[in-house]
C-alpha cells in the first residue's frame, strides 16, 4: 500500500531513476535513493454556491418572520383599538342626561363611567357618570345600598378613576359598607331561597369580593380581623379545580349580575386578591388562573350553560393583567373581539338586552387596559413598525454582503509541508 500524508506527500517507485529537474535533493539509504524536490503551488478555490444560496434564504425567512410578527402585533392592536373606539361611541349615545345608564342604573354605570373615563378622563361625559355614581354612595337610600356588591364596586372606579375626593362623607360610605360583613365571615347581598320557601340575603363571594376590592382600593378602614375574616371565607368557596362558588350551597346563579357564573365568579375573585396583596405565590391565586386559562381554549364556554360568556372573558382578561400574565390575558381579548355587535356593543350569553352597559363597560375597560405592549401603542405604532422594517432590511443586506465577501476570498496551502513530493526509486 503507498501511504498518503495529509494528502499532500506522494511516494512513488521506479526503476533505475535518473535525476530530476529543478531544485532537488537526493540520498541513498538501503539501496534506496530517495529524491526530494519541492513544489510550490497557490490555489484559489471558487465560491460555494450553496452555502451562499443557504444564507441568503435564511436571512429572508427571518426578516419576513420579523416583519409578519410585528404586522400580526400591529393589525390585532389595530383591530382592539377600533373595536374599544366603536364600543365607546356606544356608550356616549346611550348615557343619560344625568351620567347614568339604563333602568337600573346603579348596576351598569361604574363600569361604564371608567371605560369612558379611561378613554379620557377630561370628557364631560366621563365627569357627569363619575360625579352620579359618587351621589349614588353619599345617597343611603338610593338602591346601591340593597347589597355589598355593587357600593363596593362603585367604590373601585372611584379610586381607579381617581375619583374617591367626589364623596361628601367618605368615612360614612366605609361604615355603610362594613356593616353588609357577617360575624366572623364574608359580605351579604344575594338573596337565596330557605327551605321553608323565603328569601334571605346571604353571604356570597362575588359580594365579598367586590366589597373588598373597592375597601383595598379606596383603602376604605377595615380592621385587620375583619379583612382576614372576609378573605378567609372567599378562600373557603373556592374548588379543587380553581374555581369559585358563588355559596357554600350555590355553585352559580344567572341572576346575581355581577357573577352569573363561575368564570366571572372567579376573575372577581382574583382581582379582589390582588387588590389584597395576593401574588402568583400564593396557591389559591395560582389555582384560580389556572382554571381561568383553561376556559381559553374553550371559548370561556361554561359547563353548566355550554355558552361563550364575554363579560367572564373581560374579567379575566383584567385578572390575568393584574397577575402579569400578558400572553393569556391577549388571549382573553382576542375571544372578547369576536364577540362585538355591530352596533358596537357587547352582551353577554346569559344576559338579557336590558344589561347591554353592564358588559359593554367592563369589556370596554378590558379593551383600554389590557393592550399588547408600548411598541404597539396607537401613537407609536405606525412609526416603530416601519422602522422594524426598515431596520431588519438593512440587517439582513449588510450581513449577505459580509458572507458573501467572506466566501469569496482566496484560500493559499501552506508552502512547507503541503508542497514537498517525494519519489522512491532503487538501484
Known amino acids: 500500500m503507498v501511504p498518503t500524508f495529509a494528502g499532500a506527500l506522494q511516494f512513488s517507485i521506479s526503476q533505475n531513476t535518473q535525476g530530476f529537474m529543478g531544485g532537488e535533493s537526493d540520498f541513498c539509504f538501503g539501496g534506496i535513493e530517495l529524491i526530494w524536490y519541492r513544489s510550490v503551488e497557490r490555489v484559489t478555490l471558487p465560491a460555494p454556491k450553496y452555502p451562499l444560496k443557504t ?26 383599538n377600533s373595536a374599544a373606539k366603536s364600543a365607546l361611541s356606544w356608550l356616549s349615545t346611550n348615557e343619560k342626561a344625568d351620567g347614568s345608564f339604563e333602568d337600573f342604573p346603579q348596576i351598569p354605570t361604574p363600569g361604564a363611567a371608567l371605560a369612558l373615563w379611561l378613554n379620557n378622563s377630561q370628557s364631560l361625559q366621563a365627569t357627569e357618570s363619575l360625579n352620579w355614581v359618587a351621589s349614588q354612595l353619599d345617597d343611603s337610600s338610593s338602591y346601591a345600598w340593597s347589597e355589598a356588591d355593587t357600593p363596593g364596586v362603585m367604590l373601585s372606579v372611584l379610586d381607579a378613576s381617581n375619583n374617591v375626593g367626589l364623596l361628601h362623607n367618605f368615612a360614612s360610605v366605609s361604615s355603610e359598607l362594613g356593616a353588609y360583613q357577617q360575624k366572623s365571615s364574608g359580605f351579604i347581598g344575594y338573596y337565596a331561597q330557605s327551605p321553608d320557601g323565603s328569601y334571605a340575603q346571604v353571604a356570597t363571594s362575588v359580594d365579598t369580593a367586590m366589597a373588598l376590592w373597592g375597601i383595598s382600593e379606596a383603602r376604605s378602614p377595615i380592621s385587620h380581623e375583619n379583612r382576614t375574616f372576609a378573605l378567609n371565607y372567599l378562600l373557603s368557596l373556592q374548588n379543587t379545580n380553581g374555581s369559585f362558588n358563588l355559596t357554600s350551597t350555590i355553585s352559580q346563579s344567572a341572576t346575581d349580575a355581577f357573577g352569573p357564573e363561575q368564570i366571572s365568579v372567579t376573575g372577581l375573585a382574583l382581582l379582589a386578591l390582588k387588590a389584597a396583596n395576593y401574588t402568583t405565590n400564593d396557591n389559591h391565586v395560582s389555582k384560580a388562573l389556572d382554571f381561568l386559562a383553561s376556559t381559553i381554549s374553550k371559548n370561556f364556554t361554561s359547563t353548566d350553560d355550554h355558552k361563550g360568556h364575554v363579560y367572564g372573558a373581560a374579567l379575566s382578561a383584567l385578572a390575568f393583567h393584574a397577575y402579569g400574565r400578558s400572553v393569556q390575558a391577549l388571549s382573553s381579548i382576542a375571544f372578547v373581539l369576536t364577540q362585538q355587535h355591530s352596533d358596537g356593543s357587547f352582551l353577554d350569553a346569559v344576559r338579557g338586552s336590558h344589561l347591554s352597559t353592564l358588559d359593554t363597560g367592563w369589556v370596554t375597560v378590558a379593551l383600554q387596559q389590557v393592550q399588547a405592549g408600548p411598541l404597539f401603542s396607537p401613537f407609536l405604532s405606525p412609526l416603530v413598525f416601519v422602522g422594524v422594517i426598515i431596520l431588519v432590511g438593512v440587517v439582513a443586506v449588510v450581513v449577505a454582503v459580509a458572507l458573501y465577501v467572506l466566501m469569496r476570498r482566496p484560500v493559499a496551502r501552506p508552502t512547507p509541508v503541503s508542497g514537498i513530493t517525494a519519489t522512491l526509486s532503487t538501484y
Open 55 to 80: 444564507a441568503i434564504w435564511i436571512i429572508l425567512l427571518i426578516t419576513l418572520s420579523s416583519v409578519s410578527s410585528a404586522h400580526y402585533a400591529y393589525a390585532s392592536t389595530t383591530s382592539q
